[in-house]
C-alpha cells in the first residue's frame, strides 16, 4: 500500500473565517464534500514549503502565521480523475496559518469555495475527517 504525507491548512482571513472548498465530484478521497485545502509533501520538501505551495497551487493564496495544530493518519480511498481508485495509507499534518488577502482562485480540483464563521462550519457537508477535525479542535456544532 502506498504511503503519504500530506499538510493540510486551517486557513483563515482577516475577518477569523475558515476557507472551505467543496472537492470536485469526480476526485479525490471525498469527492463532492467540502473540506480543508491541502496535499501530499514531495520529495526534497519541507513541510511549511508543502503547505505555501498547496495552498497557491489549489485555491490561489498566500499564507503566513503557519504554527502547527495536530497530526492524524489513517488509510482511504482515494478517486483520480480517471476514474481510477487506490487505497492510500496518508499521514495529516495540519496547521493553523493566515491568508494574505482572501480573493480565491481555485484549480480543477475543487468546484466551490466559502469563507466561513465558526458557528456556521457544521452547515456544510463536511467529509468525516474535516468534521472530526473540527471537533477535535473545540469547534463543535452549536445550537441556537
Known sequence: ?????????????????????RMSDDRGVFPGQWGLTGGGIEPGERMEDALRREI?????LEIDSIRPA????????KTF??????????IFLLF??????????????????AWVSDDRLFDYALNPET???????GLE???P
Do not use: W
Open 1 to 21: 500500500m502506498q504511503s503519504r504525507v500530506i499538510v493540510v491548512g486551517l486557513v483563515r482571513n482577516d475577518r477569523d473565517e475558515l476557507l472551505l472548498t
Open 56 to 60: 497557491r497551487e489549489e485555491v490561489g
Open 70 to 77: 495536530f497530526f492524524k493518519d489513517g488509510e482511504y480511498e
Open 81 to 90: 480523475p480517471d476514474g481510477s481508485k487506490e487505497s492510500i495509507y496518508m
Open 96 to 113: 493553523h496559518c493566515r491568508a494574505v488577502g482572501q480573493e480565491v482562485t481555485l484549480n480543477a480540483e475543487f468546484s466551490e469555495h
Open 131 to 137: 468534521r472530526r477535525t473540527f471537533e477535535q479542535l
Open 141 to 143: 456544532r452549536r445550537t
